[in-house]
């Protein structure tokens, strides 16, 4: 299958996250809805769930993200380290402790840079939270961690679904 872009990235869409307490469903709905984006794959969601507008980014509101995150100072040798890592937890485990110093190090400093694309992402993207206009700001102070954690990684997978993957080519 060919990606194809949307055709407007002033398109918006409405989300929930998976760890809302308004949100109840299977680990099948949430991979589902994840990969849909359609809330009818999702399961039981409360009308008190926090629902997020989100809207498509341009290829250059990525690159600009990108840019704003490091991508000219990120580490290479951490780049292909992260591309190489095993998927496995344990094999992993085994296979980052057999790393030297200098290579944990540069893993490190490209795994700092993803998260950093992340949230540029998400300042470029959010528009609404419940229909409140809204800033990264408001996004890093959900606690506890794991579900702003959550929140980033959740949002993150919606924003590259609508800004890469759309119904019309470009």
């Known amino acids: 299958m060919a990606l194809n872009f949307l055709t407007s990235s002033e398109q918006t869409l409405d989300v929930v996250v998976t760890c809302d307490g308004e949100v109840n469903s299977t680990t099948e709905q949430r991979s589902a809805y994840l990969s849909s984006g359609d809330l009818g794959d999702l399961g039981e969601v409360g009308e008190s769930a926090t629902r997020f507008t989100i809207k498509a980014l341009s290829p250059s509101e990525r690159e600009e993200a990108e ?28 296979w980052h402790h057999a790393l030297t110093d200098d290579e944990r190090s540069a893993m490190s400093a490209y795994q700092a840079y993803l998260s950093r694309v992340y949230l540029e992402m998400i300042r470029g993207s959010l528009t609404h939270i419940n229909g409140e206009e809204a800033s990264l700001d408001q996004i890093n102070m959900i606690r506890p961690d794991s579900d702003r954690l959550t929140v980033i990684s959740e949002l993150v997978a919606h924003i590259q679904r609508i800004s890469l993957l759309g119904v019309e080519g470009k």
């Open 67 to 94: 840019v704003r995150a490091g991508a000219y100072s990120r580490s290479e040798l951490g780049r292909m380290l992260w591309v190489e890592s095993p998927t496995e937890s344990s094999e992993r485990a085994r």
